[in-house]
């Protein structure tokens, strides 16, 4: 709900004067939302949805920067692949939240698969790190992108 994230935002902000940022978590891929596509990982469902939620948070923050969270694709149960056309997906996304005001996306290297728990998710599908490789090349100087997930080593 965009008037409820607004009224939050702005309490938050005013209350906590040192906040630098604000992060809205479309990543997580919890099963237990009953179908619902206004919170998680199914906010990337729906590109406007979540650009209105950015601009909400942009606009009640009073410049707090405006991260989002969110995974390279999001399927209710598939475990294909991703393509070409995933990856406009996701761009065209991030071009949408970054339009309404995200300044840092944090990509998640795995797709969410949304029949499946958030443990298994941490496991699979497959990791696409050339997807983020990708969108950090396509939007440098634009969006700061943040890889996230898989990372078990420095080397």
Same mark, same amino acid.
């Given at each position: 709900?965009? %008037?409820?994230?607004? %009224?939050? !935002?702005?309490?938050?902000?005013? @209350?906590?004067?040192? =906040?630098?940022?604000?992060?809205?978590?479309?990543?997580?891929?919890?099963?237990?939302? /009953? /179908?619902?596509?206004?919170?998680?990982? +199914?906010?990337?469902?729906?590109? +406007?949805?979540?650009?209105? *939620?950015?601009?909400?948070? +942009?606009?009640? %923050?009073?410049? $707090?920067? !405006? %991260?989002?969270?969110?995974?390279? /694709? !999001?399927?209710?149960?598939? *475990?294909?692949? =991703?393509?070409?056309?995933?990856?406009?997906?996701?761009?065209?996304?991030?071009?949408?939240?970054?339009?309404?005001?995200?300044?840092?996306?944090? *990509?998640?290297?795995?797709?969410?698969?949304?029949?499946?728990?958030?443990?298994?998710?941490? @496991?699979?599908?497959?990791?696409?790190?050339?997807?983020?490789?990708? $969108?950090?090349?396509?939007?440098?100087?634009?969006?700061?992108?943040?890889? @996230?997930?898989?990372?078990?080593?420095?080397?």
């Amino acid at each position: 709900d965009v %008037s409820k994230l607004d %009224s939050c !935002v702005r309490v938050a902000s005013q @209350n906590f004067p040192n =906040l630098k940022e604000i992060n809205l978590n479309c990543g997580c891929p919890a099963i237990d939302t /009953g /179908g619902a596509a206004t919170y998680g990982a +199914s906010l990337m469902k729906d590109a +406007s949805l979540t650009a209105k *939620l950015v601009e909400s948070i +942009s606009s009640a %923050s009073n410049n $707090i920067d !405006v %991260s989002v969270k969110c995974r390279i /694709g !999001v399927f209710d149960d598939d *475990l294909r692949s =991703l393509d070409e056309t995933d990856y406009e997906y996701l761009s065209n996304y991030i071009s949408a939240i970054h339009d309404a005001g995200a300044n840092h996306v944090i *990509l998640h290297a795995r797709p969410a698969i949304l029949s499946l728990s958030p443990l298994k998710n941490r @496991n699979v599908p497959t990791l696409g790190y050339d997807f983020v490789n990708r $969108i950090a090349s396509d939007f440098d100087g634009k969006v700061r992108i943040t890889m @996230n997930g898989g990372i078990t080593s420095l080397s």
